[in-house]
């Protein structure tokens, strides 16, 4: 089983960058791929982005695609969600997960692995 922790969250004006970061323990994290998710306050948990064990594929929820990147250094056994022009309704708590899959998926359910979570707040 693999842990994870992230980290990166803050506060930014709109317009602004921040990256987050997803540090993994325990088993490869290399075995596991990775996503992102969010949630804001009254809203249910929505897909950001994955990325396959190998990096190679990577894919993004159409409201952040353009914006957002995801990627992962499998040798530092940290994932990354690197945010640019943010807007206000990209304020919510940000959860990385894990998933034994190749590539992943869209749905929550899949992932069985989750971190603690990062507010990001946007403001204007």
């Known amino acids: 089983q693999v842990q994870l922790v992230e980290s990166g969250g803050g506060w930014v004006q709109v317009g602004g960058s921040l990256r987050l970061s997803c540090a993994a323990s325990?088993?490869?994290?290399?075995?596991?791929?990775m996503a992102w998710f969010r949630q804001a306050p009254g809203k249910e948990r929505e897909y950001v982005a994955r990325?396959?064990?190998?990096?190679?594929?990577?894919y993004h929820s159409p409201s952040v695609r353009g914006r957002f990147l995801i990627s992962r250094d499998n040798a530092k056994n940290t994932g990354y969600l690197q945010m640019n022009s943010l807007k206000p309704e990209d304020t919510a708590v940000y959860y990385c997960?894990?998933?034994?899959?190749?590539?992943?998926?869209?749905?929550?359910?899949?992932?069985?692995?989750w971190g603690q979570g990062t507010q990001v707040t946007v403001s204007s």
């Open positions: 997960a894990a998933a034994g899959s190749r590539y992943g998926s869209e749905y929550a359910k899949d992932y069985d692995t």
């Open positions: 990325i396959s064990r190998n990096g190679f594929n990577r």
């Open positions: 325990g088993r490869s994290f290399s075995d596991y791929s």
